[in-house]
């Protein structure tokens, strides 16, 4: 198969996007397979977020060649191979990775007999690609009422069951692990075909995988729980405070501590973001899961969808909860802080002017000074222009060259020289203001 589109002779072909082949290919990244009845399905989900999952699939690929057999190729999502007697189905998903075991069953064997850790041996020769979040032993047998009876199987006040949309399957479980750590699933064949009923369990396979991976948000919710109620206390706290006002370096304590709890709830939120994300995204994915399936209700014992939402839902709704008490606190605040800001600047705004009335005050006081200084400025160049004049009319006198007495000669030079000394002093202080100006 080819993603290239060919035209004319078939010796032209169309320049493909590099995207399209992942695209056309994820459609038929996971196909159903068909299941023989009566079997057992020994299932994993691992962890592989961040590096892990490049190496599971390194590893996945040496030991598939070391022993023979087809590796996944680079960028596929899903592979099969057989594996002795048993089947291997890996699949890769964006945070976890799942390895599945498909077991033909003893058709006159009992139901989980024999237990699923004999069965998952071969899962001890591949490398575990990271923590495990899932374990489930599925067993698909014929309809058998002795045999097959889910109340005689299961816990009956954790019991769940239901058919699917026509009655030719019926599926049961407790959601709690067995003694060796697996989740058991019954699934009674009622005439269902392989095909369907590869369907079937992959789908019921998938629904106990999502509703596990949505939880996953709980205890994120109830790690941040405490934070965000401190939070929320003192965010109450510095309100009040506000509202009973303060000074200028009491308000930017407070501006300081409202900011130190917003970054607070900011990072918090950053760090749960993905997490509560993919719970809404999984927990719509068993919503759609059991909606395909077309659930019916057996007797009186609830079905998978009314167990989940009895009890999953709760803890969902708290993930929801805190990403709303997250956010509403957040603009909270932003709005506290916004407030106090403002306060602040207008506080900045009032001391600035009153620093300018104060500048204003000197700079008239200084005008007063340089006033007075310019008056005696004056009367001292006046008095040092006067002594020289009078020096030089007394040389004159006594060299008979003027023919008054020095004295009145020098009476009648003070007011010139006054008012020629205190009319350029002022010119010389206009032309410095002007160009000030």
């Known amino acids: 198969m080819t993603v290239e589109v060919s035209i004319g002779d078939g010796a032209t072909r169309l320049t493909?996007?590099?995207?399209?082949?992942?695209?056309?290919?994820?459609?038929?990244?996971?196909?159903?397979?068909?299941?023989?009845?009566?079997?057992?399905?020994?299932?994993?989900?691992?962890?592989?977020?961040?590096?892990?999952?490049?190496?599971?699939?390194?590893?996945?690929?040496?030991?598939?060649?070391?022993?023979?057999?087809?590796?996944?190729?680079?960028?596929?999502?899903?592979?099969?191979?057989?594996?002795?007697?048993?089947?291997?189905?890996?699949?890769?998903?964006?945070?976890?990775?799942?390895?599945?075991?498909?077991?033909?069953?003893?058709?006159?064997?009992?139901?989980?007999?024999?237990?699923?850790?004999s069965l998952a041996g071969p899962m001890q020769l591949v490398p575990q690609p990271g923590p495990l979040l899932v374990a489930v032993d599925?067993?698909?047998?014929?309809?058998?009422?002795?045999?097959?009876?889910?109340?005689?199987?299961?816990?009956?006040?954790?019991?769940?069951?239901?058919?699917?949309s026509d009655g030719a399957a019926l599926y049961a479980t407790d959601f709690q692990p067995g003694p060796s750590g697996f989740v058991r699933v019954l699934v009674i064949d009622r005439g269902m075909s392989a095909g369907r009923a590869g369907?079937?369990?992959?789908?019921?396979?998938?629904?106990?995988?999502?509703?596990?991976?949505?939880?996953?948000?709980?205890?994120?919710?109830?790690?941040?729980a405490p934070s965000i109620a401190s939070s929320e206390r003192r965010l109450a706290e510095v309100t009040s405070q506000m509202r009973s006002?303060?000074?200028?370096?009491?308000?930017?304590?407070?501006?300081?501590?409202?900011?130190?709890?917003?970054?607070?709830?900011?990072?918090?939120?950053?760090?749960?973001?993905?997490?509560?994300g993919a719970s809404r995204a999984y927990e719509e994915i068993v919503e759609q899961r059991l909606h395909t399936i077309g659930e019916r209700k057996v007797g009186g014992l609830p079905t998978w969808s009314s167990f989940l939402a009895r009890r999953m839902k709760p803890a969902l709704r708290t993930c929801v909860t805190i990403e709303e008490r997250q956010s509403s606190l957040s603009l909270k605040l932003a709005r506290a802080a916004n407030l106090l800001r403002t306060r602040v600047d207008v506080e900045l705004e009032q001391q600035n002017q009153e620093l300018l009335k104060s500048m204003n005050a000197r700079t008239r006081l200084q005008l007063r000074l340089q006033t007075t200084v310019e008056g005696l400025s004056t009367a001292a160049i006046t008095y040092y222009v006067v002594g020289l004049f009078g020096y030089l009319m007394k040389g004159l006198y006594e060299a008979g060259r003027l023919p008054v007495d020095p004295s009145v000669a020098v009476a009648a030079f003070v007011p010139v020289a006054a008012l020629s000394i205190w009319w350029t002093v002022r010119s010389i202080r206009r032309r410095h203001v002007g160009d000030e100006d």
């Open 16 to 117: 493909s996007h590099p995207l399209r082949a992942a695209v056309l290919g994820e459609v038929h990244a996971r196909p159903f397979t068909p299941l023989p009845v009566p079997s057992r399905v020994i299932h994993f989900a691992f962890d592989t977020t961040g590096p892990r999952a490049a190496a599971d699939r390194a590893q996945l690929a040496a030991f598939c060649v070391e022993r023979g057999l087809p590796a996944p190729p680079p960028h596929e999502k899903h592979h099969r191979m057989p594996f002795g007697a048993t089947v291997l189905r890996w699949e890769q998903h964006s945070e976890f990775t799942t390895y599945t075991w498909e077991v033909r069953a003893d058709p006159l064997g009992l139901p989980f007999h024999p237990d699923a850790a």
């Open 138 to 164: 599925l067993h698909l047998l014929k309809d058998d009422p002795p045999r097959t009876d889910p109340e005689q199987l299961f816990d009956r006040a954790s019991l769940a069951v239901a058919e699917n």
């Open 199 to 224: 369907a079937l369990v992959q789908r019921v396979i998938e629904v106990e995988t999502y509703r596990t991976l949505a939880l996953l948000g709980l205890p994120e919710a109830q790690r941040l």
């Open 245 to 276: 006002g303060s000074d200028l370096a009491g308000n930017h304590k407070l501006l300081e501590e409202l900011t130190g709890l917003a970054a607070e709830v900011e990072a918090g939120a950053a760090e749960s973001l993905f997490r509560f």
